[in-house]
């Protein structure tokens, strides 16, 4: 029997067929999907067949068995009609859709004896909260997990709290759970909450788990939080971010505002080069913005560094609603995301919250306006958790070591504080 789902309370979503999901990713098909592909004959549908290949083989070999769909030169999927919507579920149904699009924007991680579903924020539907309570989809939740999650799933070890310090499961949950606490039970708006967040997990990353087990666990977790909101709350004003610390988080915000369809990877050393010219002008952040991507457009960097303004309510319960997702699933850490451990993985998910507000702002000052808006924050978020937990640069070393010496300079709490403001 599949172990029970975990499902997020505070989290809606339906489709609302806008296609933005058809139109950036590569969808990588299994061997039954393909041939079910080709026995549904779309070579005689002249809106599919236009001189594009609908299924295409992965890897350079002539030999590899790797298929992923076709794409239209825009990048997006040979399937997507004019109206938005796929081909193959129109036509044959949502069982015919290969399983990776069936499953969007859902994700589902071992978590011991269960089974968390978490959702991604790249979905406009997800970000702005649309559709059916997830707590009421139970039933087709189970019907997918029963086709993605491995009969070994309970079998998975819990990721460690920091490098060389593994709990069980039932423990590392609990640091799980009072850590989303922090965010949830905060006081103020977003950028207060993931101050003090940082400061839980600092203090958890200096603590040594030998000797902490069992009751004396709880007893430790209720004293850190203690202590991370006494020390949040009685810091001055945060600190401008260092100037070190500024042209590495530009870095990584250049990551983030990538739009990395299979139509900019067929454009080869062009858009390498292009990406690489990019990446001097944000070390630099001086000059115009380069957009990398339609959604923006040139800006001066000295446009994005002013107050803009107390954020909209609006924004702090997205932003504080996308964390408490991201975590009670455990969509920051262990498999979910290049099995960091859970100190590492929240200090990198809590970098994205001053990516998104440096994208908002982008945005923002791109449409000549001075203030983030709900809709901004909304956009800018879509287009960084488009990559979270899911681009492979974010896995590497050189971005993971960026964002430890980030949390080692207290730049992550200062970055924070100063696109928050």
Known sequence: MPPPLELPTIQNWSCHNCGGCCQQHLIEITEAERQRIVEQHWETDAEVSRGR??????????????YRLGHQPNGACVFLDEQGYC????????????????IYPYAFHPAGKKIT?????????????????????RHELKVLERLVVPES???????PVTPGQSLDWSETLQIVASLERQIAEGTGGIVPRVIQALAFVELLGQARFDKIRGPRLREFLEIVAGAAASEAAALPEQPEPSAVGRMQFRLQCAQYARRDTLADCELGWANRWRLFRAAVRF???????????????????????????????????????YLRVKIQSLHFCGRAYYDVPVVEGFQSLALVIPVVLFLARWLAVGAGRRQLTLDDVTRALNIADHHHGYSPAFGQLNFRARVRMLAQTQDISRLTAWYGR
């Open 117 to 137: 579903v978490g959702l991604r924020f790249s979905c406009p539907s997800v970000a702005g909260n649309r559709g059916r309570p997830v707590s009421e989809q």
């Open 53 to 66: 290949p609908w299924l295409v083989r992965l890897g350079w070999w002539p030999w590899s068995r790797r």
């Open 87 to 102: 081909r193959i579920h129109a036509k044959f149904g949502e069982e015919a859709k290969p399983l990776a699009c069936r």
């Open 153 to 159: 799933a309970a079998e998975m070890v819990p990721p």
């Open 283 to 321: 070390t630099r952040g001086m000059g115009l913005a380069p957009p990398l991507q339609p959604a923006f457009v040139p800006v001066p960097f000295t446009e994005l560094e002013p107050a803009f303004g107390p954020l909209p309510a609006a924004v702090d319960e997205l932003l504080i609603r």
